[in-house]
């Protein structure tokens, strides 16, 4: 653990010390102020059912309804439940899931956007919605993590008013679909009978960032009533944001070696060191230091459209049939603009021209300060329109054809699409820039010297050939079609045999347009510049921006550029081409998977050794046929190649509870595991992309097995009084087969590649390229430890008995081996598993009265790992720990209308990402602070 690890550990530690002091004088007196009794049995979770339908108030009630399901489970559950009908306890689903023990959640513009749980990162869970598997896409920058073509999960496609509960399974059952290594979510939306009573529901907020500096809406409504009897029933809900924000910070992609791309010029000087340790090519050896130092703004805004629908009929007491439907539409633009020094990463005539005057190097050989001539220089706008839609209709009866004998069925199609219609950047260079210096001596954020005036357009140019006009649209899209038909008969009391049949077929299409050359574009005279240019200023606020940086610079205007020179045109130099160009076949893929499983599973209940025992045991076999096609060059030409291949698996499952006491549950779980590699991993084709100086080479891989992972489980947990839980599990997760990428740096010219492929480009065939492949490697084990405290203080005196908390840490380690070759006998690097954070904790403090609800959560996540091993000689790539505070206050001013007011990300904590095992600086941003305040009226 590191010493910001740590650090922050401690603030989480300290931010619920007040509460738990109080909780450990009083708990061991908790369980006889109150009623020991246990809560209600809820029914058993069934296959087509994430959780028990239970409408509840209050947020302490909700706490307490979720417990009610961990606790009846036989597995190892967690839920979270709704308030009250559209009333998510969280503005993003992401932010609830992360209170959970084990789980912890990646952001995106201060959003929730993936969770890994247990360790194991979003590719290995998997999400039903209503039962079913899903998958939504959303794109980024790529500092957040760019476009999703996996298998995760983005939660920031909807509003978390859509929804009721979440269940997070975190081991395995017959019953519940293949597929999730770290654990199995369920969303479920609201439905008419969940509460058989008329309602309609408005709530209205204004929301404001203060970095962005801007207000928008955030308004709901849902209505629910039952006919007949209540044998039929309609809901329909509908949620809308339109929100603005701003990302700014530091991004220096990455440090690299000193001999890299042709080493700098022979005139360099560095006090203490020689011309040859300088230009190093060793990287264990090396002087290290940053490639494209800059600075970077994003300005955001987006609009988020949500419609939930449910159709409830019940024709009989034995017989219900439901037919829900979910959309979302996620539309949004992004700005950007950038100063970056481009030419220390630049080979030819870039670096190599690049003479160092002066210069610090630290302990670790990172050239952390240096004064430098000749460095080219760039200014580039980049504007984005990202769409994402989603559509989910599910359709699902159950009867019961005698009080033992059940059968139930389910068929739904599920449709995400992701558009990136307008994806372009332009930029202005300035070569062999003199006086130019960094400084990351005193601050994590550099001090960059320019020893110009960047705001004026003299200072800068636009050179056909150099400069770069870079049209990218882009599009991917996921389909599910799942079916599935089970019942259970139940022999006796203790006894019942499941049994059924599922299928899914999932459908994957990428593909991207590019011009057949980014850097032919016009050369611009100064004047001509000047007219399709704009100063960039404010950036920086809030920041801690060292004294000495611009605040201000000047940067295309994207909007006077098309317009003057038509570069939407899709006509001469600005055609965007398809499969005719290397770049856009490196983004076509299709992916086309069919899984058919069978399960038989027996749930038993019996008593031995005087205690009462509960649980299931089964057997899961599923067959996989995978097509897959991408581009790819075969004999030297350029082909369509599509790849099919199938695989069988069987999965055995085993989950047992005992009932210590009234109050004390213990838990075994033991399961074979597998999940399947990710989606833009199985493509046969390759990618070639130049990108300003980078260069890269990645190609997928369709023979790839799944992860596979044996499991075991082991709980004890203690309900003292309702509502209240303290709990200890301990997991083992044996990796056998493990997806791994591997990664290497090679000359173009030893691809075997021809050379048409970077035909057009700024690159030469004796560059280096990061060329990177999926793998099978061996693994390796992963165990961990996770603590749930959850105590209502209603047995306090006075006031105090409104207070109650919900603390959790988990801790995980794991060793995994990654490949630097496939050759037999190369060596390996042993490291954490990539996603995987140490230790994660979350505190949440509330108290709640019949009027009052204030409530305040701590959220840690440990640094962990994204790309092991690294580029440019660096060990690995990681993100540091991260420690985000949230608050929330709601006050009744009537029985039916309350007033909220929220806070999120109140620390304004940054995203700060780094490269090797010396934590180099690689992207420290920050998106500001969100508050809300609203109103919500139930009729």
């Known amino acids: 653990m590191t010493s910001r690890d740590t650090s922050n550990l401690r603030t989480i530690l300290r931010c619920g010390a007040s509460s738990l002091a109080v909780s450990l004088a009083v708990a061991a007196g908790a369980a006889h102020a109150q009623d020991a009794a246990p809560p209600a049995l809820s029914q058993a979770i069934e ?23 961990k606790r009846n489970a036989s597995g190892v559950v967690d839920a979270i439940k709704a308030e009250d009908i559209a009333q998510f306890p969280d503005l993003n689903l992401a932010e609830s899931l992360q209170r959970i023990p084990g789980v912890a959640i990646s952001r995106i513009n201060g959003e929730g956007r993936q969770i890994s749980v247990r360790g194991l990162g979003s590719e290995y869970t998997r999400v039903r919605i209503n039962g079913m598997e899903a998958i939504t896409t959303t794109g980024g920058t790529a500092n957040s993590g760019g476009t999703n073509r996996g298998r995760g999960f983005d939660f920031n496609i909807f509003a978390s008013d859509l929804f009721n509960s979440i269940a997070v399974r975190k081991t395995a059952s017959a019953d519940v679909e293949e597929g999730s290594l770290g654990a199995t979510v369920d969303l479920n939306t609201a439905r008419p009978f969940d509460s058989g009573k008329p309602q309609l529901v408005l709530s209205a907020q204004a929301s404001y960032n203060d970095l962005a500096r801007k207000a928008g809406p ?35 992609t990455r440090w690299t070696y000193g001999g890299s791309n042709g080493g700098f010029n022979a005139a360099s000087t560095l006090p203490g060191y020689t011309l040859a340790q300088i230009n190093d090519t060793n990287p264990a050896t090396a002087i290290y230091h940053p490639r494209i130092p800059a600075y970077v703004s994003y300005d955001i805004e987006s609009k988020r459209l949500g419609a939930s629908g449910s159709l409830q009929w019940k024709p009989t007491d034995n017989t219900t049939v439901s037919l829900d439907a979910l959309y979302s539409y996620l539309a949004g633009t992004r700005k950007e603009a950038q100063l970056q020094a481009i030419g220390l990463s630049r080979s030819g005539t870039g670096k190599p021209q690049t003479i160092i005057r002066d210069g610090v190097v630290d302990a670790n050989h990172n050239l952390v300060y240096a004064r430098l001539d000749n460095v080219d220089l760039r200014t580039q706008s980049a504007y984005d329109e990202l769409n994402t839609e989603f559509k989910q209709f599910t359709l699902s009866a159950e009867h019961r054809f005698t009080d033992r004998f059940k059968v139930g069925a389910l068929a739904g199609y599920a449709d995400s699409t992701f558009t990136q219609p307008v994806s372009t950047i332009i930029t202005f260079d300035r070569a062999n820039s003199q006086g130019y210096s960094y400084d990351f001596r005193d601050h994590r954020l550099p001090t960059i010297g320019l020893g110009f005036d960047p705001t004026n357009p003299v200072n800068w140019n636009a050179v056909n050939g150099t400069s770069e006009v870079r049209l990218r649209p882009q599009f991917v899209e996921n389909q599910f079609t799942n079916g599935k038909l089970f019942g259970a008969y139940e022999f006796n009391d203790h006894l019942t045999l499941k049994a059924g049949i599922d299928f899914r077929k999932f459908e994957y299409d990428s593909y991207g347009q590019y011009r057949t050359s980014e850097t032919v574009s016009q050369t611009l005279t100064p004047a001509q510049l000047a007219a399709v240019s704009k100063v960039y200023s404010g950036f920086g606020r809030n920041l801690g921006l060292p004294d000495g940086n611009a605040t201000a610079w000047l940067v295309p205007d994207i909007d006077a550029y098309a317009k003057a020179y038509g570069i939407y045109s899709n006509t001469g130099i600005y055609a965007l081409t398809n499969t005719n160009n290397s770049s856009a076949r490196g983004q ?39 097509e897959s096609g991408g581009y790819a060059v075969v004999n030297g030409a350029v082909q369509l190649v599509n790849v099919r291949r199938d695989y069988n698996m069987t ?18 779980s033991a399961a074979k595991t597998i999940s399947r590699p990710g989606i833009g991993s199985l493509t046969p084709g390759g990618d070639v992309s130049v990108q300003g100086a980078n260069r890269t080479f990645s190609t997928g891989n369709p023979d790839l097995d799944p992860t596979q992972s044996k499991n075991l489980d082991l709980s004890l947990e203690w309900y003292p009084s309702q509502g209240a839980i303290l709990a200890v599990g301990v997991f083992y997760k044996k990796i056998d087969t493990f997806v791994a990428t591997l990664r290497t740096q090679v000359p173009y010219n030893t691809l075997g590649l021809p050379d048409s492929l970077i035909a057009g480009t700024s690159a030469s065939s004796t560059d280096i390229f990061d060329v990177t492949q999926p793998v099978n490697s061996n693994g390796g084990s992963l ?17 105090w008995r409104h207070l109650g908390y919900i603390v959790n840490f988990t801790h995980v380690s794991s060793d995994i081996t990654y490949l630097t070759s496939t050759t037999p006998g190369a060596p390996t690097v042993n490291a954490p598993l990539v996603g995987l954070s140490k230790n994660a904790a979350n505190a949440t403090l509330y108290y709640e009265t019949d009027r009052w609800s204030v409530r305040g959560s701590v959220a840690y996540r440990g640094g962990y790992l ?40 109140l620390t304004d904590e940054f995203n700060d990402q780094y490269v090797g095992d010396s934590n180099r600086l690689n992207v420290y941003t920050h998106s500001g602070r969100t508050f809300f305040v609203g109103l919500r009226y139930n009729f």
């Open 218 to 252: 955030r308004l709901s409504a849902l209505a629910s009533r039952t006919w007949r009897d209540g044998t039929i029933g309609a809901l329909v809900s509908v949620a809308y944001e339109d929100r603005r924000l701003l990302e700014e910070g530091a991004n220096i």
């Open 866 to 905: 994204t790309q092991v091993p690294g580029n440019d000689g660096n060990a690995y790539h990681g993100t540091n720990s991260t420690v985000n505070v949230d608050a929330q206050a709601s006050f009744n001013v009537r029985p039916n209308l309350k007033l909220s007011i929220e806070g999120v990300n």
């Open 783 to 799: 165990k961990g430890i996770e603590l749930n405290w959850q105590q209502p203080l209603t047995f306090l005196p006075g006031a």
């Open 651 to 668: 999965l055995p499952s085993f989950n047992l509870a005992a009932d210590l006491t009234d109050t004390v549950v213990a838990r075994i």
């Open 588 to 626: 076509y893929g299709t992916v086309e998977e069919k899984d058919a499983g069978v399960y038989a599973e027996a749930e038993f209940k019996f008593d031995a050794f005087g205690l009462p025992f509960r649980g299931d045991a089964g057997v899961r076999q599923v067959n996989t046929q995978q």
């Open 47 to 69: 296959p087509d059912n994430a959780v028990e339908e239970v409408v509840v108030t209050g947020f302490r009630a909700s706490l307490a309804s979720a417990i009610n399901v």
